[in-house]
């Protein structure tokens, strides 16, 4: 199987261009692919598909083979390949996924993409769409307990769910020992992404996010836009002003718009392009 190695920020993901490659699999692949011990290593597997909707269409797959709705560094990195690989000339495309179509914007220099603006559409407050359990509107910075703490949340989906937590000090954060509690709450019934929050000021945030499936990531683009909603509903930031979030991996800038759509542009970047042969793999890894 042919793949290139893509990361948005330091979201690693193996992508298959499924034009050319044909995945029957893709959940057992994605396991096989990630591990980063005996496989390329990654955060999980995308394929770039042909769609009957939009230009293009994704399917993305967590390093646990769980399918993944939607992944905002993943979409920058498929406008960055089909641009680049010549499969499009168009600097403004449409990408089906699981939660709907994607727009996306790109900025290219000297033909090679840079970085990329996706329009990611509203932020869904109501706690039955995000899923969660919960009555109300919305759930925005309200208790829970988690194992054995309570924190305030604010829950946004962005396509997938997630969970926002306003603290201090989340250098300090023993995010493996807490994360998996958010992630397998019963709030919620697909699990969660958990992201925890440090604000700078009303345009810079800082985060650490949990994704399921998958553990702490050094970025998660439909994390940043879900945190950069709730930093507006709680106070801290303004609607219609970009919004800087400082993640592990690098930087993304972020837009809540008056009428509930999250803009989101950051960069792009190839790794390497290989091929892998996935039983061979499998059968030298441990059981």
Known sequence: MKFTKMHGIGNDYVYVNCFEETV??????SRI???RH???GSDGLVLIMPSEKADFRMRMFNADGSEG??????????GKYVYDNRMTDKTEITLETKSGIKYLRLFADNG????VEVDMGEAILKPPLIPMKADGET???KP???NGSTYNITAVSMGNPHCVIFTNGIDDLELEKIGPYFENHALFPERVNTEFCEVINDHTLKMRVWERGSGETWACGTGACATAAASVLCG???RNEEITLILRGGKLSITYKQDGRVLMRGPAAKVFDGDIDIENTAENMPD
């Open 236 to 238: 801290y930031c303004k």
């Open 144 to 146: 829970i307990e988690v």
């Open 139 to 141: 759930f925005i910075n």
């Open 69 to 78: 709705m939607m992944c905002g560094n993943a979409s920058r990195c498929i």
């Open 33 to 35: 692919v990630s591990d």
């Open 24 to 29: 029957n699999d893709p959940e057992y692949v």
């Open 112 to 115: 090679i993409v840079k970085t």
């Open 38 to 40: 005996f496989g390329i």
